[in-house]
């Protein structure tokens, strides 16, 4: 079956300690992102990658890490969470390196709190 | 710039009745859009999506959305809401750079009532 698979799902971590949210998907798609999730504010991207060995930063970069050493890998890193970044974080993926036109396709997500 | 607006946070509807759901978008350039449904805890699926072509656009599930370029919008119905429906809806537009990102309403949650 085609899909996103993010781990863990739900995930309560203390300030400062550092956390990798895994995403990997079956689907060889070249184009991999993370959004992150709050209320009133849909869904904000957080890094891009259009292949291996390229990301790049989306629009809420501050305080995560991302990496693609494997075209159907992507995880997010928190090397230091803090509070405000307790949140819904999705991992998609693209085929045809992202175009316009082109559906992403969503993780189940990750509940993610901070205290 | 591009970005999407969605009127009403949460709609209410009862079973049967038609489902109306707004989006407003602003782009300089043609705008690809698309609608996504989340069901509870679960990621988001997609609906349907407009790129080129007829503005009427059919998608899963017994919705449709039309594009109007006259009024910046693309708003997505059904004409009988059944309580399946029950999610929280995005409405989104595909940047021209940045590998398509998507940029997203702020979410649309549709209750219905028996």
């Known amino acids: 079956e085609a899909q996103v698979t993010q781990n863990p799902r739900y995930l309560i971590t203390v300030t400062g300690k550092k956390l990798t949210v895994t995403c990997s998907q079956n689907?060889?798609?070249?184009?991999m992102s993370w959004y992150r999730q709050d209320p009133g504010l849909g869904l904000r991207q957080i890094y891009y990658?259009?292949?291996?060995?390229?990301?790049d930063k989306g629009d809420v970069p501050e305080g995560y890490k991302v990496s693609r050493k494997e075209k159907r890998n992507f995880p997010l890193i928190l090397e230091s969470p803090s509070p405000n970044q307790t949140s819904l974080y999705f991992c998609?993926?693209?085929?045809?390196?992202?175009?316009?036109?082109?559906?992403?396709?969503f993780g189940q997500g990750t509940r993610l709190t901070v205290v | 710039a591009q970005s999407v607006t969605q009127l009403g946070s949460h709609v209410s509807v009862s079973e049967g009745a038609l489902v109306l759901l707004r989006c407003n978008y602003s782009?300089?350039?043609?705008?690809?859009l698309f609608w996504y449904v989340q069901y509870p805890n679960q990621g988001l699926q997609l609906l349907l999506k407009?790129?080129?072509?007829?503005?009427l656009v059919k998608g899963i599930n017994g919705f449709e959305a039309e594009f109007k370029k006259s009024e910046t919008s693309f708003h997505l119905t059904k004409p009988s809401a059944h309580m399946s429906d029950a999610a929280e809806y995005f409405c989104?537009?595909?940047?021209?750079?940045?590998?398509?990102?998507?940029?997203f309403g702020q979410g649309t949650e549709l209750s219905v009532k028996p």
């Open positions: 782009s300089s350039v043609p705008p690809y």
């Open positions: 407009y790129t080129t072509g007829a503005t």
């Open positions: 689907m060889n798609h070249e184009y």
């Open positions: 989104a537009v595909s940047t021209y750079n940045q590998g398509g990102k998507l940029i």
């Open positions: 998609a993926s693209s085929p045809k390196g992202g175009k316009r036109d082109t559906e992403a396709f």
């Open positions: 990658s259009m292949n291996v060995e390229v990301t």
